[in-house]
């Protein structure tokens, strides 16, 4: 079942944070952030793995809840750079190999 | 050093007709994957494997076969187009298995 990101849209200005969240009806074993500009490839931003660790690339972190089944991305003095999809995508484990189950995306639009 | 590489880059087919789209990888990766993305819909995985010779159903593989006859490439075919499979095609990668390395996608269009 697909995860549910919210919002579905973030309008900012630079240097404001945000928060996209990913809720899972289903347990998780991973958690892992994308992101995808207009037109581009999706590219990966980072990994939680199942023990709520919270993990950070430049000033965009991000945590893991097992018990509400929910993962958080904070971004932090928002660049225009940061503009684009962002995607949670959840892996069961086991043998579920890369079989990512990803989110619906939320656009996040970044102002001057 | 390429990483993940789709060809082609554009296609319009007309309903029935079918074509293979390529993947070819030059890292090495053992696990390769083929996704769709829709407006709304996220990322949804088509067919995936697990090393070469090997392949697997993923999330919404009716109506498309794959092949991987050699470790670097992934082929995705469509036997008989639909107007349904009108979307953008995702090719990855990755070693580990995760995390994933995309190609910049294939855009298709079925008239």
């Given at each position: 079942q697909q995860p549910v990101q919210s919002p579905q849209a973030v309008i900012l200005r630079e240097g404001e944070d945000a928060v996209i969240n990913c809720s899972s009806s289903k347990a998780l074993y991973s958690v892992h952030w994308y992101r995808q500009k207009h037109g581009e490839a999706p590219v990966f931003l980072m990994i939680l793995l199942k023990g709520g660790e919270q993990k950070g690339h430049e000033k965009i972190s991000a945590s893991f809840n097992e018990k509400k089944q929910q993962s958080s991305l904070y971004l932090t003095a928002s660049q225009l750079s940061y503009s684009g999809t962002y995607f949670c995508g959840l892996s069961a484990g086991g043998t579920s190999y890369g079989k990512l189950t990803f989110g619906q995306g939320t656009i996040l639009t970044v102002h001057p | 050093n390429a990483g993940v590489t789709q060809t082609p880059k554009f296609r319009v087919l007309k309903t029935g007709q079918s074509m293979t789209l390529l993947c070819a990888q030059d890292m090495n990766h053992e696990y390769m994957y083929w996704y769709r993305q829709d407006p709304g819909m996220g990322l949804r995985l088509i067919h995936y494997s697990v090393g070469e010779g090997t392949t697997a159903k993923g999330e919404v593989p009716d109506g498309y076969n794959v092949s991987?006859?050699?470790?670097q490439n992934f082929l995705l075919g469509l036997e008989s187009a639909a107007p349904s499979q009108t979307s953008v095609y995702f090719c990855a990668s990755s070693y580990s298995p995760l995390p994933l390395h995309f190609g910049n996608g294939t855009r298709l269009t079925v008239t």
């Open positions: - | 991987r006859l050699k470790k």
